[in-house]
């Protein structure tokens, strides 16, 4: 995930373009690290920590509440272990959906709860 770079401008986009950016780009993101760590749990660690990082700030800088980034982290984390099973189109799919439906829910307040 450290390759990438968000050259989206609308702070939405950016935090729904994670979800091409991993089903397009398999080197940068191969599927789940922490299944494929063989063991590794600092392997695992880091990468969770990057990911959460990343979403994290993301969604700072969309003005997005910390709950929502790790809603979205989860999110990413089940395509990642679903991709290698069912191909990456079809769970980054219904992940990126999830997640635009949430930042949707959290913009327009409609449904929302306090974060």
Same mark, same amino acid.
């Given at each position: 995930?450290?390759?990438?770079?968000?050259?989206?401008?609308?702070?939405?986009?950016?935090?729904?373009?994670?979800?091409?950016? *991993?089903?397009?780009?398999?080197?940068? =993101? +191969?599927?789940?690290?922490?299944?494929?760590?063989?063991? !590794?749990?600092? &392997? #695992?660690?880091?990468?969770?920590?990057?990911?959460?990082?990343?979403?994290?700030?993301?969604?700072?800088?969309?003005?997005?509440?910390?709950?929502?980034?790790?809603?979205?982290?989860?999110? *990413?984390?089940?395509?990642?272990?679903? =991709? +290698?099973?069912?191909?990456?189109?079809?769970?980054?799919? !219904?992940?990126? &959906? #999830?997640?635009?439906?949430?930042?949707?829910?959290?913009?327009?307040?409609?449904?929302?709860?306090?974060?």
């Amino acid at each position: 995930m450290e390759a990438f770079s968000g050259t989206v401008d609308d702070p939405r986009d950016r935090v729904l373009s994670l979800f091409s950016f *991993i089903a397009s780009d398999h080197t940068a =993101a +191969p599927p789940c690290p922490c299944l494929h760590a063989g063991g !590794d749990v600092e &392997t #695992a660690e880091r990468h969770v920590l990057e990911l959460s990082r990343l979403v994290d700030r993301l969604c700072r800088e969309g003005g997005y509440p910390p709950p929502l980034g790790h809603a979205i982290v989860l999110m *990413i984390e089940g395509a990642l272990v679903e =991709a +290698p099973v069912m191909g990456p189109d079809g769970p980054t799919r !219904d992940a990126r &959906t #999830a997640a635009a439906m949430l930042l949707a829910v959290y913009e327009t307040g409609v449904g929302a709860t306090d974060f």
